[in-house]
């Protein structure tokens, strides 16, 4: 059972952590390669928080607001770039957040801080936790795509500058994504730091981010259900290939590749033609 | 409430117990398995295919003397890519589905902090082999570390300085834990020598290209260099500081302890000092053995990594031996009293289940290493105990 | 003294950077892809430059034998890999890229080994004097003149021909440069030949100086190219010029002065991300 457990724990982490991104680079295509610098911002306040004695909840509460103020700062900083800039721009965060960590005894440094105090939760309990908080992104998700922010959203995605001459304040809403998006991650973070009940500044580095936009892509860039199926595969991917052992990263990356050189539009892109074509063939038969 | 809670706890480790009485004797007709984590891809990849090798060679010589009781050992083998984010459903996996007794960690400090509190839980003995983070043995009584600590080796590097008649020192360090363990330990103990340590640089995992550090080592002029660092960054490291032309003595650790730095080194590695755990030139019929066994069966060069796994998982089998295959307190107990002379030494744990032991220091001579002296000082090469 | 020293090392190290980043913004200029499987393809020279090296014993060789492997790979790559996605959205062939780099990088580790490959006699490692207790390694001297070579024979090419002009006509505009008869096709595979052919030329350098190829060479210059063809102002190649030197140069004083604060990759992000903030189009674009 307690392998089961973890699986899916890690799995709820990674759909939360993979839909905070999609509400920046799927819903306002504003793409970030530095997202899990927001993750490690997280962990790190939630878990210094309870390492000092704060209750749980409570640090996930800090790390979501701490990763969210932080986020909007770097949105402010990214609305001077945009698209090839902005996603180097953000890589460059993320480069510099571990670059500082590292040099912070106060955070444990390259030692990374362990010993993280348990939640008072049980196991169970934890991954019930995650899943619902996966949940409870997911429907947040879905409610902002239809309401007039996620319209908005996907304007800028599609061309900020019309909306701009529409009078629409694109940067408000960019900034919006950012801070929604990074708090998200943030408490992705904190169930993270309080999972694994270590965190080092090499868990958030430039491979983390990498990863959690592949989530994004391959999921179908925007589409909330194939976002949420690509995080909860790709994050058990490592875990079920064990089986072919050395071959492991070759078809990950070998995966990611052929999925984008054939099927683009990533899992909600075969999906939407799978349905396509069976409407067709089922509308064929009337006239 | 709190009562209640209580008796369930009693009634749920009395039911435990008996479950284990019950299955006891039944797995004890499978065979043992020893579970064991190592990056075989990912960044560290180079040294997990050494600690590998190792770990598999303890197990086909104990398999070949008979196993445990006429039955093989088997090792299962997870990669864990040398992160703590993949170590925690590896390892998992090994003490659930696969019902290991004993694990051994032949990876990284990252993986091995992880999934040391795993273990520990699950009142798994766990055997790390070269992963120096202070913290893992700190996990509980379950955890045992066969290497030295950072620290320690840092002391060891500081006392290897004042031996040679040094007194000036610059410090390159390698930015990972295992890099800063070294420095604290080296200017700790710096201080007690009286050495001047006159600058120290520190340089990534990833960088090979080390020319401003060498010019800069020049102008600095110290009596000997202190680098720490792995075979594939000290080799390039080694390198351009003797082409910037400093000539300087240079200090190593065990992450020189490779053949492929002198092959990468090449003429530059000459004269190189490593303070280690395995002594090419020891006398010491198991580490002769392991040398010659080691090539035999892999036809390379043995390095640290490789004998510390291997290390680490005979003194699994061996303590396995001594319980006839139980698992659990009967092992860890069994462990923590063994006295085990292996290829990097004679081992017994202290309370904390370090273990105290001589630092060997090898120099590079004619492309091989070769012993230069034993640093055998145990105050100064303490390791940590329980109460600190 | 020492700072002569530092700005030479930081000259060699930009060089290295030059060389795989002018490589990388032609692909850019002309594509628009962020391709981090060029890092493969440098990767890729480095290997077949030993090899060669240790099978034939000539340097010279294997210089040609892995800028020619390297270059049709390159087009291999983009026919194969990129040409049919070219009309998606630019994420789509980022991650495309990245899963053929990881794929790569596997492959490498799983044909070659882990630990890597040298030189068995490595050529251009003798000490050359220039005065006043200034001394080089050749490879070091080697990689300068070499890189200034190949950049001079470069810009030759691409005023004095006539297939040099089609390209930079294809650059500024493709459907003009297309009405006058330009071969499209023709000039991307000859942006993506000559673009890896000089990520190979880098990657027999860093062999050489290292004496070590490894898998995971590649990993760095992957997403570092990317920050200097953003620095210099995304597809022009005198501003990637510049700013691989300055980076080069940046970061040899930074190892020294800032090491204790910010990490090497920290120092460049740092860099870049202050460049941006003040000239949010590069260090060095023209506009």
């Known amino acids: 059972m307690g392998y089961e457990i973890t699986l899916l724990t890690t799995m709820g982490i990674s759909i939360l952590f993979a839909l905070s991104l999609n509400l920046i680079t799927g819903f306002c295509g504003q793409i970030s390669l530095g997202h899990a610098a927001f993750l490690g911002i997280g962990a790190y306040a939630s878990a210094l928080s309870t390492k000092a004695g704060a209750p749980f909840f409570l640090a996930v509460l800090f790390a979501m607001a701490f990763a969210g103020i932080i986020g909007v700062v770097v949105g402010l900083a990214s609305l001077r770039v945009r698209a090839d800039f902005l996603a180097i721009t953000t890589m460059g965060v993320g480069f510099l957040f571990v670059g500082i960590v590292r040099q912070q005894d106060a955070l444990g440094g390259e030692l990374g801080i362990s010993g993280i105090p348990d939640t008072g939760l049980s196991r169970p309990a934890f991954m019930v936790l995650t899943l619902i908080l996966a949940a409870i992104a997911a429907a947040l998700s879905i409610y902002i795509k239809r309401a007039w922010m996620g319209r908005v959203f996907a304007g800028i995605a599609e061309d900020e500058d019309t909306m701009r001459v529409l009078g629409i304040d694109a940067p408000s809403y960019k900034l919006a994504a950012f801070a929604i998006g990074t708090a998200l991650a943030g408490v992705a973070g904190a169930l993270y730091a309080h999972h694994l009940k270590f965190i080092g500044p090499e868990s958030f580095g430039f491979v983390e981010s990498i990863t959690v936009l592949s989530m994004v892509v391959v999921g179908g860039i925007g589409s909330v259900a194939g976002v949420a199926i690509a995080a909860a595969l790709l994050s058990v991917l490592p875990a079920w290939f064990q089986i072919i052992g050395d071959y492991k990263l070759l078809v990950y990356g070998g995966l990611l590749f052929l999925m984008m050189r054939f099927a683009p539009g990533g899992l909600a892109g075969i999906f939407a033609s799978a349905m396509q074509s069976r409407n067709r063939t089922t509308n064929r038969g009337k006239p | ?388 | ?287």
């Open chain 3, 1 to 287: 003294m020492l700072y002569v020293e530092l700005i030479a090392q930081g000259l060699v190290q930009g060089c290295i950077y030059a060389a795989i980043a002018l490589g990388l913004t032609l692909v850019y200029g002309l594509l628009r892809i962020l391709h981090v499987a060029h890092a493969a393809l440098f990767t890729l020279g480095a290997y077949i430059g030993v090899l060669t090296t240790n099978a034939t014993g000539s340097l010279a060789l294997a210089f040609v034998a892995a800028m020619l492997v390297s270059g049709v790979a390159g087009v291999a790559v983009f026919r194969l890999g990129y040409q049919p996605i070219l009309n998606r959205p630019p994420f789509v062939a980022l991650i495309a890229s990245i899963g053929l780099y990881i794929a790569a990088e596997e492959i490498f580790r799983i044909v070659f080994g882990a630990s890597g490959l040298s030189f068995v006699a490595a050529p251009l490692q003798s000490q050359v004097p220039i005065f006043g207790g200034l001394q080089f390694k050749q490879a070091e001297i080697a990689v300068m003149l070499g890189t200034a070579l190949i950049i001079a024979v470069l810009a030759y090419l691409q005023n004095r021909t006539r297939i040099g002009v089609a390209c930079q006509a294809t650059v500024s505009d493709p459907q003009m440069a297309e009405s006058f008869g330009v071969s499209l096709q023709m000039v991307r595979d000859i942006n993506f030949f000559v673009g890896s052919a000089l990520a190979a030329f880098a990657g027999v350098w860093v062999g050489l100086l290292n004496n070590l190829v490894e898998p995971t060479m590649g990993s760095v210059p992957a997403y570092k190219a990317l920050a200097i063809i953003v620095l210099g102002g995304l597809g022009s190649v005198q501003g990637t010029l510049l700013a691989a030197l300055t980076l080069g140069i940046i970061e040899s004083f930074g190892t020294i002065y800032l090491g204790k604060v910010l990490d090497r990759n920290a120092i460049a992000f740092a860099f870049l991300i202050a460049v941006l903030l003040v000239r949010p189009q590069g260090m060095f674009a023209s506009k």
């Open chain 2, 1 to 388: 409430m709190i009562g209640w809670k209580k008796t369930a706890r009693h009634c749920a480790a009395v039911a435990l117990a008996a479950v284990g009485l019950v299955t006891g004797p039944v797995s004890a007709q499978t065979q043992t398995k020893i579970g064991f984590n190592v990056p075989l891809t990912g960044f560290a990849a180079a040294d997990g295919a050494s600690a590998l090798n190792g770990a598999k060679l303890a197990i086909a010589q104990a398999n070949a003397n008979g196993g445990l009781g006429g039955k093989p050992i088997e090792l299962v083998v997870y990669d864990d890519q040398g992160i703590a984010k993949e170590a925690v459903p590896a390892v998992t996996k090994m003490i659930e589905k696969d019902g290991v007794v004993v694990g051994v960690s032949g990876s990284y400090s990252g993986s091995t902090r992880a999934a040391a509190s795993i273990f520990q839980t699950a009142k798994i003995p766990y055997v790390t082999a070269y992963a120096i983070h202070p913290e893992i043995t700190l996990a509980g009584d379950f955890m045992f570390r066969v290497s030295a600590m950072g620290e320690v080796q840092g002391r060891a590097g500081a006392k290897l300085v004042n031996d040679l008649g040094k007194k000036k020192v610059v410090i390159v360090t390698i930015k990972n834990d295992f890099g800063q363990a070294l420095a604290a330990g080296f200017k700790e103990a710096a201080v007690k020598f009286g050495l001047t340590i006159q600058n120290e640089y520190e340089y990534g995992l990833p960088d090979r290209q080390f020319g401003p550090i060498a010019s800069k080592i020049k102008a600095d002029n110290p009596d000997i260099i202190y680098a720490s660092g792995y075979f594939y960054t000290a080799g390039p490291l080694v390198s351009q500081l003797r082409s910037a032309g400093i000539t300087a003595p240079i200090i190593g650790q065990e992450g020189y302890d490779s053949d492929k730095f002198i092959e990468i080194a090449g003429a530059a590695s000459e004269g190189v000092y490593v303070t280690t755990s395995l002594d090419r030139d020891s006398d010491a019929a198991a580490t002769k053995s392991f040398l010659t066994e080691y090539k035999k069966a892999t036809n390379a060069g043995p390095d640290m990594v490789a004998a510390s796994s291997y290390t680490a998982v005979a003194v699994a089998i061996e303590g396995l031996k001594k319980t006839g295959g139980k698992g659990g307190d009967a092992l860890r107990d069994a462990i923590a009293g063994l006295t085990y002379d292996s290829p990097i030494g004679k081992l017994s744990f202290n309370d904390l289940h370090e273990v105290a032991k001589d630092v060997q220091v090898q120099i590079v001579k004619d492309k091989a290493f070769r012993r230069h002296s034993v640093i055998s000082d145990p105050v100064l090469l303490a390791p940590p105990t329980k109460k600190k």
